[in-house]
């Protein structure tokens, strides 16, 4: 599993507390597609390319929607 935020997740404290001492805003800025679309890219050039992988099936990400 590819970590797609650089080890910078949303706090686990947004469950409990919402957004108040976090800006979502902030955090989207650093984690857009474009930082994240490279991160995809490469892990499945590897699993195709070093893995050799024929299948391969993952879960979507939405920026917005």
Request: glycine share 16%; aromatic share 10%.
């Amino acid at each position: 599993m590819p970590d797609l935020f650089n080890g910078d997740p949303v706090p686990e404290s947004v469950l409990t507390d919402g957004f108040k001492d976090f800006d979502l805003m902030a955090w989207v800025g650093k984690h857009g597609p474009d930082v994240t679309d490279p991160i995809v890219d490469s892990v499945l050039q590897e699993m195709r390319g070093k893995l050799g992988c024929k299948t391969i099936a993952g879960t979507g990400y939405c920026f917005g929607g």
